[in-house]
């Protein structure tokens, strides 16, 4: 970004480097490890996501219509039709853009996560419950402690990731 790529060109590069850096962990295309990406980038000029396979990008307002800015890549019996790893194709990541004009949270995640609170105004929820009332010094790490607490209870069987940047246009931009 600080050699003024576009957001869209640095995501689909970063997601290229991502997918050789996991390919070249695989002993062979039988023994490869694979994964799924999510990965954002949120600026002045707004915020901007890409992805491969099942892990999430979320734009949740403080007040307002929750959004969820990535679409799986899944096909019949939601079996992935797009991972990272030595036996993937060579599919770019999809990107997307989206210019909030409110206060709110990205959150990034995994299907650990997804699989407990799959709609973003119930992901907005558990992080709403766990603000009331907000202690004093609580961020990001709290609400995805909160998340990720709720996703384990719920039985957590699956790696659960979550990652939340807050962004206040007013205050310090995208």
Do not use: K
């Not at 003024?4 to 490890?33: F, K, M, N, T, Y």
């Not at 949120?42 to 892990?55: K, R």
């Not at 909160?146 to 246009?169: K, P, S, V």
């Amino acid at each position: 970004m600080r050699t003024g790529a576009l957001p869209e060109i640095a995501l689909q590069d970063a997601a290229a480097h991502a997918g050789r850096a996991v390919s070249a962990l695989a002993a062979s295309v039988d023994a490869a490890p694979a994964c799924t990406y999510v990965a954002a980038i949120a600026g002045p000029e707004g915020i901007w996501c890409a992805w491969i396979g099942d892990s999430r990008a979320y734009w949740l307002p403080d007040e307002g219509t929750c959004l969820a800015l990535t679409e799986d890549d899944s096909g019949q019996h939601d079996a992935l039709t797009a991972w990272l790893g030595a036996d993937a194709d060579d599919s770019p990541a999809r990107t997307r853009s989206y210019r909030p004009q409110d206060p709110g949270r990205l959150l990034l995640c995994t299907d650990g996560l997804t699989r407990h609170l799959s709609d973003a105004d119930a992901l907005r929820a558990v992080l709403t419950r766990a603000r009331r009332p907000t202690p004093p010094g609580h961020g990001p790490l709290d609400d995805a402690r909160a998340l990720i607490g709720y996703a384990l209870g719920a039985g957590g069987q699956d790696n659960i990731t979550a990652l939340l940047i807050h962004a206040d246009r007013s205050r310090r931009g995208y």
